[in-house]
């Protein structure tokens, strides 16, 4: 073997290449190298300095609600609405609202909803009529109302949103919908409200009419319907509708409900937004009358506690004196005057002075509480008329006095309790009840007293006594029916009598005989009958027909006096027929019969 042989022999023996060799030499180099450097330098590399900050550009804009409505928009147009309409948009906090006005076409529908930002929790939509009346709401604990407002309906609206729970931004869209799509939309949309149909007719609701004459037979009185709609209603909102009240006026609500929703809660609210009556919680078919002396433009609101589905809304009307024949079953809330007890008490005598009322031979003032009776002596009129002389005795209460009940008694005798005492000892001669006031008639009577409580709200009051302009021998026999007969044909507000007498009549009724006449009305003019009862029976029906063709003109059916009336044509006079009958036993009754 050679030497180089050998040596290569050693160089594989100790593990080491060629390689290997090239490697570690390539390394040392650079470690001196840069040992080299550092000792030349001397110096550690210098640090930059930044530059100093500058006031942050302020940008003009807004923050885009547009963002927060997603695919909205573009959903609703794509179902047949109309374009976007942004009403109104901000940062919000919890409890805040934002709003605007709303213009939609009469015969089309309003989509609005509000929309929020990821932090809001719960918000809310509601609609509004300029006098501030609510038209629709979703009030729903979540982030997304929707409110569909189909007519009729304002052709203003007021749509406001309120943060419930978070904050951040919220911006209110809405969209011009037509009828015909509507009910599509609604559903698509999951919008609380009118759903398409808006507030329609219900004659076809099944079994209507027999529910109604059921409820109206427990009231009394007669009733002329002139609203019935069927609304949708549903448990996360209200549905709404509305109703005008005139001065002195009883207005009859039933609200019959479909399967699919139970529990409701009805109320009616005034043109002020207060609650002026409220159905009885737990009945089926909530019902109430709400009577008023001041006219207003009411609101019901119809809320189901279980459920979502329709509801049948009647509503039906008569005159504020038709109280007087409700039956003590009727769920009866009155309103009350807003004037005070001089500006009151100066309207009615100013008022009685033109229906040619003498001037008030007494008055006394005081103050009712609620739950205690007060017991004021009467100071009737002397019987200039003779024995059968009646008095007008009008209760006249001031703000804020509501509901008064007022009895006549007859005086008592010598051993009887003390005035004070609310039992008086003797016979009752009259009876009424009213809003802030109510008007009595006695007849045959030197002294009395009158009984009065509020059921209502406390407030002051005025007795106001004056001699009675009707006066007949025939009310002297049978005193209590003349009183409830007066009580009957008196009219307006202030209960006068209209017109001239025409005459006086005194029957005996009975279940099984009708009790018929004839009279004639001259041209343009309207005969009023009125009837009131005493004696051994209760109930009375009248009816009045055209004789010439037994067309039925009105009637009316009471337990203790009744008044029904009945006109000619301008051009010619009028034949009527009178029919009366007693309802249970034989009492007496005395008729009366005007001609205005």
Same mark, same amino acid.
């Given at each position: ?60 804009? +807004? ?6 409505? %997603? ?5 609703a ?15 919000q ?13 009469e ?9 929020g ?78 759903h ?76 002020a937004?207060?609650v ?6 737990g ?6 009358v ?16 279980? %459920? ?38 100066t ?17 006394r ?21 003779g ?7 009008d ?63 406390? %407030? ?7 001699? +009675? ?60 009958i ?10 009375? +029906? ?53 001609i205005?």
């Open positions: 073997m050679g030497v180089a042989a050998m040596k290569g022999e050693r160089f594989r023996a100790t593990g080491w290449s060629a390689w290997s060799c090239v490697w570690l030499l390539l390394v040392v180099a650079l470690a001196m190298l840069s040992a080299c450097a550092s000792a030349t330098s001397g110096t550690s590399p210098r640090k930059v300095q930044p530059a100093p900050a500058g006031a942050p550009r302020i940008v003009l804009g +807004e923050l885009d609600a547009k963002i927060i409505l %997603g695919d909205l928009p573009a959903r147009l794509k179902l047949g609405a109309g374009p976007l309409a942004m009403l109104s948009a901000g940062e906090v919890e409890g805040e609202r934002i709003g605007g006005f709303f213009e939609a076409p015969n089309a529908c309003l989509l609005a909803y509000a929309r930002s990821t932090t809001i929790d719960d918000l809310d939509v509601v609609a509004f009529a300029e006098e501030g009346n609510p038209i629709a709401a979703d009030q729903a604990p979540d982030a997304h109302p929707t409110i569909l407002v189909c007519p009729p309906h304002p052709g203003r609206m007021y749509i406001a949103a309120h943060v419930a729970n978070g904050e951040g931004l919220v911006g209110i869209g809405a969209h011009i919908v037509p009828v015909a799509r509507a009910a599509e939309i609604g559903r698509a949309f999951g919008a609380r409200g009118s398409g149909d808006g507030t329609r007719a219900a004659e076809a609701w099944p079994g209507l009419d027999d529910r109604l004459r059921t409820h109206r037979q427990a009231v009394g009185g007669t009733w002329e319907d002139f609203r019935r709609v069927a609304v949708r209603v549903d448990s996360r909102s209200q549905a709404n509708v509305a109703f005008p009240v005139e001065a002195n006026q009883c207005i009859h609500v039933v609200v019959v409900p479909d399967e699919d929703v139970a529990l409701l809660e009805v109320e009616a609210l005034d043109d937004g207060r002026v009556a409220r159905a009885h919680e009945l089926k078919e909530p019902n109430f709400l009577c008023s002396p001041v006219a207003f433009e009411g609101v019901l609101t119809v809320r189901p506690h279980v %459920g979502n589905g329709l509801a049948a809304v009647v509503l039906a009307r008569t005159k504020g004196e038709g109280a007087r024949e409700f039956s003590g079953r009727a769920s009866v809330v009155w309103t009350a005057s807003p004037l005070s007890l001089d500006l009151a008490r309207a009615r005598n100013a008022e009685l002075t033109r229906a040619g009322y003498a001037a008030p031979t007494s008055t003032n005081g103050q009712l509480v609620l739950g205690r009776r007060l017991t004021v002596p009467l100071d009737l009129p002397p019987q200039t008329g024995p059968s002389a009646c008095a007008r005795v209760v006249v209460g001031g703000a804020p006095l509501a509901l008064v009940e007022a009895n006549i008694w007859a005086a008592p005798s010598a051993s009887a309790p003390s005035a004070s005492s609310s039992d008086s000892g003797g016979a009752l001669l009259a009876s009424g009840e009213g809003t802030g006031s109510t008007t009595l008639f006695v007849c045959g009577r030197t002294k009395a007293q009158i009984e009065l409580e509020t059921r209502g709200r406390p %407030g002051p009051f005025s007795v106001l006594v004056r001699p +009675e302009r009707w006066q007949n021998a025939l009310f002297a026999a049978h005193p209590l029916a003349a009183t409830r007969m007066l009580a009957r044909a008196a009219v307006g507000e202030s209960l006068v009598h209209e017109g001239v007498v025409a005459g006086v009549k005194h029957v005996t009724l009975d279940p099984a005989r009708r009790v018929t006449y004839a009279m004639t009305a001259g041209p343009g003019q309207c005969v009023r009125a009837v009131g009862i005493d004696g051994e029976g209760s109930g009375v +029906e009248l009816r009045l027909f055209d004789a010439a063709t037994s067309e039925e003109l009105d009637r009316a059916a009471g337990e203790k006096g009744v008044s029904a009336r009945a006109c000619a044509p301008p051009s010619s006079p009028r034949s009527l027929r009178i029919e009366m009958r007693g309802t249970a036993g034989k009492p007496e009754a005395i008729v009366g019969e005007r205005r």
